[in-house]
């Protein structure tokens, strides 16, 4: 079983759902607060490998969701600075597995992770269609 560091947002009731998911699994979980962490660029550019910049933007951020920040329209460099300034723009959760890292739930390494060849929507928000937002933080 792998030792998983598992970056969130404390108080995300997806978050919650998906590290009980991985412990179920067996794996050892170590859960740091995503808003907390003193990043540098070189260290979060990590997470992302070979996706797509706009995927690495949380979907359910504010500044995504008002429009003020579309991540269609922007470069690595300007969207680390951005996620740097503003850490709630950075897709949720980050996971290094014994080494091994994504952003997001539903990526190879998590699949893996699970014993899983396809998942039910572990990533999605929890809160989705109702009235309740999460705390911005």
């Known amino acids: ?27 050892r979980v170590i859960v740091k607060d995503i808003l907390k962490e003193p990043w540098c660029t070189r260290e979060l550019r990590s997470f992302f490998g070979h996706m797509p910049v706009a995927s ?6 504010p500044r995504i969701k008002s429009g003020e920040v579309n991540p269609d329209t922007i ?3 300007s969207a680390l600075a951005r996620m740097l300034g503003d850490p709630l723009l950075i897709r949720r959760p980050l996971i290094d ?12 390494l998590v699949l893996s992770l699970l ?3 396809a998942q039910d929507d572990l990533e999605g928000c929890s809160r989705e269609g109702t009235c309740m937002d999460c705390p911005p933080k």
């Open 1 to 27: 079983m792998a030792t998983i560091i598992f970056y969130q947002k404390s108080g995300c009731v997806t978050n919650a759902r998906q590290i009980r998911s991985l412990t179920a699994a067996g794996h």
């Open 75 to 77: 470069d690595a460099a």
């Open 56 to 61: 690495w933007f949380s979907p359910s951020a």
């Open 97 to 108: 597995a014994d080494g091994a890292r994504c952003a997001g739930f539903n990526c190879e």
């Open 115 to 117: 014993g899983r060849t």
